[in-house]
């Protein structure tokens, strides 16, 4: 009994070091084939349709800042914009999702590192007026959220990504319905259809891949739907193309006592003739799916 004992310690051990994550990248899960029962997808509780807008949101003009941080990094693939917070930075890539955790967009050290896309996602080739850049389906961008006291608390005050925290108040979420990145072919814009604290893998579908196959991807929204702290009045669609900003988060412990915490704000890629608003439409989400640590 004792050996079995020792043996079932050392197995729980392995285990537990092999979830450990480095932070807030992410560690990738294997695609599932969906064998599971296709649902009928997310229903929106907010049943009135928007009406006509003529609204169209204000943009700065980043491009020569961008063409500039170009010519010193070629690993610098856009630029994001998120109103309302301090996010208004270069986008970097490189072949890893470590080499930018700790590196800022000149690749100095830095411990607040940079805001770096996933490995995986594609920004494809320059498109036509007609036919936009073919990015990846789902355009994943981290960044810290390093917490006040440091691995501790969450303080939406924060550098980074711990901007993204302010989205968890409804005011604010309704007063800033999009964020918007650009590339050295046009700026593009995103309409927040969810924004939740999820574990660092979500299922039945991680929210982390680049691409899915049309049953995991509507899964996918479904899911995040019933995570997001607010249901948002956005139609989004198996064709439609996304950008998801994730961060980590302290609200379920300190890093030390649970590394897997994220926060994740999720847009829809709208089109040029697509209506906007100045406010978000959303409700309250009264029946929130919790993280299962």
């Known amino acids: 009994m004792r050996v079995n004992r020792f043996f079932s310690a050392a197995l729980a051990c392995m285990l537990a070091c092999t979830l450990i994550l480095t932070g807030c990248g992410e560690k990738k899960a294997k695609k599932t084939d969906s064998a599971y029962t296709l649902s009928s997808g997310w229903e929106n509780p907010i049943s009135a349709p928007r ?15 961008l063409d500039s941080f170009i010519a010193q990094n070629a690993d610098v693939v856009g630029w994001l914009q998120v109103p309302g917070t301090t996010i208004s930075e270069a986008v970097v890539q490189a072949e890893d999702n470590e080499y930018y955790y700790r590196r800022d967009v000149n690749k100095q050290y830095s411990y607040s590192g940079s805001l770096w896309m996933d490995m995986d996602c594609s920004l494809g080739e320059e498109g036509t007026a007609e036919e936009p850049e073919k990015f990846s389906q789902n355009l994943i961008i981290y ?50 259809f ?51 900003l994730s961060t980590c988060s302290y609200k379920y412990g300190t890093y030390a006592q649970n590394p897997h915490q994220r926060f994740v704000v999720m847009g829809k890629q709208l089109d040029k003739d697509a209506a906007y608003y100045p406010t978000a439409d959303l409700e309250q989400n009264a029946t929130i799916k919790e993280p299962q640590f």
């Open 51 to 65: 009406p006509e807008s003529d609204f169209l949101p204000e943009v700065e003009n980043i491009g020569p800042q």
């Open 194 to 244: 969810a924004v939740f604290y999820c574990e660092d893998v979500t299922k039945p579908v991680a929210y982390h891949h680049a691409d899915f196959k049309v049953s995991d991807f509507r899964h996918l929204l479904s899911d995040v739907r019933n995570r997001s702290q607010f249901n948002y009045n956005v139609t989004v669609r198996e064709t439609d193309k996304i950008m998801t």
């Open 143 to 192: 960044g810290h959220n390093l917490g006040n006291p440091t691995g501790v608390q969450d303080d939406p005050n924060g550098v980074k990504f711990a901007q993204l925290l302010k989205f968890g108040e409804v005011d604010f979420a309704r007063e800033h319905p999009y964020f918007f990145f650009t590339t050295s072919s046009g700026t593009y814009t995103y309409e927040i």
